[in-house]
Each structure stands twice: as C-alpha cells, then as structure tokens.
C-alpha cells in the first residue's frame, strides 16, 4: 500500500529511494539485534555513533546540499526539537529498552510511530483522510496485534 501509491503502482524513479528505505530498515534492526546482544556495553557509548553520525552528515551535506537555515521561532524550534527528540533521545532509550526492556512490548509499540505520526498529518491538514489511509492503519493495527499475541497469552 504505502510503495504501490494506493494501487498505481511502483513509480520506477522512486525505486532508489525505495532501496534505501530497505538498507535503513535492515541497518536498524542490524542495530537492535547487536545492542541487545551487547547488553554489557554501557548506553552512553550511543554518543560515538550520534557524533560520527552527525560529522559525516555535516561533511555530506556540505559537499550534495545547499544550506538553508531555519526561519523564524518555529523553524528554530522544530530544528531543536528534532535534534533533542528523535535523533538525540531516541536512540538513548531505544538502547535502554533493547539492553534492558521488554523487546516484545517494544516492537509491539514500534508499530505505532508510522500511525501515530499519519494521524498527525491528518488532524493538521497535511496529508488527507483516504480509505488508503485506513486500510494502513487497520493492517497496522492488525500487525501490532499479531507482534503482541505471545505476550496477550503471558
């Protein structure tokens, strides 16, 4: 649903974003895996990769982008509020909970974020209400239930 374009099918010019959507999911979930297995590694080494992260994205985007600086308080904000919640933050407790949480609650929750985050578009007018959309979310809603039915059975 979400690369078919609703039943239009696979636009061919996407399909190097889609390839990276791919090494991007396979790299995070890479990440999880290892983080759990390397519970004795302590959290705060999260900031080595946060760090090599953000110099190389600086040195890329210096070298393909041209620098647009945020307008304005609200520009300023959401440029701030990014950098402190999901690409600062996030990471910290993503690896909290995989060394030392609920892995199967965790996943089960993950599935929230690409709902959560459509229903916001929704309500601020950003991205229109469509069957297509709540398709999504009802397969969505089914794969976080069939993630969570081994803890429904605990």
Excluded: N
């Amino acid at each position: 649903m979400i690369i078919g374009g609703g039943g239009e099918g696979i636009d061919p010019a996407a399909l190097p974003g889609y390839l990276l959507a791919l090494g991007c999911a396979v790299t995070w979930s890479g990440y999880s895996v290892l983080s759990r297995r390397m519970g004795h590694v302590p959290t705060e080494a999260v900031t080595i990769f946060c760090l090599a992260s953000a110099i190389l994205s600086a040195v890329l985007h210096l070298l393909f982008e041209k620098t647009v600086w945020p307008q304005g308080v609200i520009g300023w904000s959401s440029a701030l509020a990014l950098g402190l919640g999901p690409v600062g933050l996030a990471f910290y407790v993503w690896d909290v909970g995989m060394k030392r949480g609920d892995i199967q609650l965790l996943g089960t929750l993950a599935y929230a974020a690409p709902l959560l985050s459509t229903g916001v578009l929704v309500l601020i007018g950003i991205a229109a209400p469509s069957w297509s959309l709540a398709l999504a979310a009802l397969l969505i809603t089914g794969g976080a239930a069939l993630a969570a039915r081994t803890s429904f059975r605990a």
